[in-house]
């Protein structure tokens, strides 16, 4: 097939059969007229739909015929997590690209949107190449949406056209996600990790108003690098301000690294045909090897609790999935490693409204550990910055208090005196 034969949605999504193995293109590249027509389609039943979180409004996500396989939980598919009726998989960002070259998930097709070629036949996989790489190399079959209005984005982010089974014409922006705005403790806690960034840092920014508003308070630094698994509308900033060249990395320098993005029109505006910004598949943003090459590298991350022995939850509350491991990890271990890097956590002492710590004795029954007490250097909250590398279980408790709600204090220290362990003083 060429490229001057289109066919309708109904028609591209007729070689998926029931049973199939179907990976969906995700963040903002769902291919959101194949969804829909995957979803109406009554002849698919028991198809398993792989796929990282997905912005804007997921068709398939309340169909009992398709069951979503999340590789990271975003918003539209929590619900159905919780319910049974969708799983989650608990798995580094950087190790999902290997299910599928490995054939450990066994891809029949791969739903991608793309842009259009351009003369030698080659699309872009736009602002999502994470695991949409792998899944675009090992699937059997590739259909597309192709979109005149996907960016056009640079490094290995290319899928030529003799790889598209079938394909779809559209002419559609693609969806929004702009940051919200921060609120008063996120702004106080960005200020207070951004102390930790001087001038040619390289720097990772997780998702999250923390990382967002950290950005927003290093405007005045210079020669910032960024080798990141994602970033959002404030590297927009960062980069207009001349606070990111790029020009003090020792790896890709000069080059803004990442995985995908997500946010605003003039965020995908920045990354259309921009060579100062590569994508790369999540296995190579995301391998620990690469980060520790980037001296001064800072990651900064967020959590949902820490414990006082320092364990990180950060995917789940309770037993209840919220999100994903993400590259976390990779990139604390990496930080971690690098010459003069620092690995940060930081999160607000509370949650609702300031009824709960974050800061807690011990995670809750049925949470997860992404980042375990062994890795776990910086941790920053709104009252103070503690080291816990290597610390005691006691020096842990004593600095986690420190920098818990003062409203807190009391209850962790009579919970950390309970457990023999600590032995406060």
């Not at 790489?133 to 949406?145: S, Y």
């Amino acid at each position: 097939m060429n490229y001057r034969s289109p066919v309708s949605a109904a028609s591209a999504i007729d070689v998926i059969q029931p049973g199939h193995k179907v990976f969906v293109h995700g963040a903002s590249a769902l291919p959101l007229p194949l969804m829909e027509a995957i979803n109406a389609d009554e002849r698919l039943h028991d198809v398993k739909l792989y796929h990282l979180h997905i912005n804007g409004t997921l068709p398939t996500a309340n169909n009992p015929r398709l069951r979503s396989i999340a590789l990271f939980v975003g918003e539209n598919i929590r619900q159905a997590v919780a319910e049974g009726r969708a799983e989650a998989v608990p798995i580094f960002l950087s190790d999902i690209p290997w299910l599928f070259r490995s054939r450990k998930v066994d891809l029949d097709v791969a739903v991608l949107q793309l842009s259009p070629p351009d003369r030698h036949g080659w699309c872009s996989l736009g602002p999502s190449v994470d695991t949409a790489r792998a899944a675009a190399d090992n699937a059997r079959v590739v259909i597309a949406e192709i979109n005149r209005q996907m960016p056009r984005t640079h490094g290995d982010s290319f899928v030529h056209i003799s790889r598209i089974d079938r394909f779809v014409e559209t002419d559609r922006p693609l969806v929004e996600s702009p940051p919200a705005s921060s609120s008063e403790i996120e702004t106080a806690i960005g200020r207070r990790v951004a102390e930790f960034v001087r001038d040619g840092d390289t720097l990772q920014l997780g998702i999250g108003q923390i990382a967002n508003a950290t950005a927003r308070h290093l405007l005045t630094r210079s020669d910032l690098g960024i080798h990141t698994e994602m970033f959002s509308d404030p590297v927009v900033d960062l980069v207009e301000a001349g606070a990111v060249t790029n020009l003090r990395k020792e790896v890709h320098r000069g080059h803004v690294i990442t995985s995908f993005v997500s946010g605003s029109r003039r965020l995908y505006d920045l990354i259309d045909d921009n060579p100062m910004i590569e994508f790369h598949p999540c296995d190579y943003t995301n391998d620990s090897a690469l980060i520790r090459r980037h001296a001064n590298m800072v990651a900064i991350n967020s959590a949902i609790e820490v414990d006082l022995t320092g364990q990180v939850c950060a995917d789940s509350l309770g037993p209840r999935i919220f999100s994903g491991i993400g590259g976390q990890m990779d990139f604390i271990r990496g930080a971690a490693l690098a010459m003069n890097g620092r690995p940060i956590i930081a999160l607000p002492s509370t949650a609702r409204d300031g009824k709960v710590s974050r800061i807690v004795g011990t995670l809750r029954p049925g949470a997860g550990v992404v980042t375990t007490r062994g890795h776990v250097h910086w941790v920053v909250t709104e009252f103070g910055a503690v080291n816990l590398h290597g610390m005691s279980f006691a020096e842990r408790a004593e600095a986690l208090i420190s920098i818990a709600h003062p409203d807190f204090r009391t209850t962790l220290r009579r919970e950390a005196a309970s457990h023999r362990m600590f032995a406060l003083n």
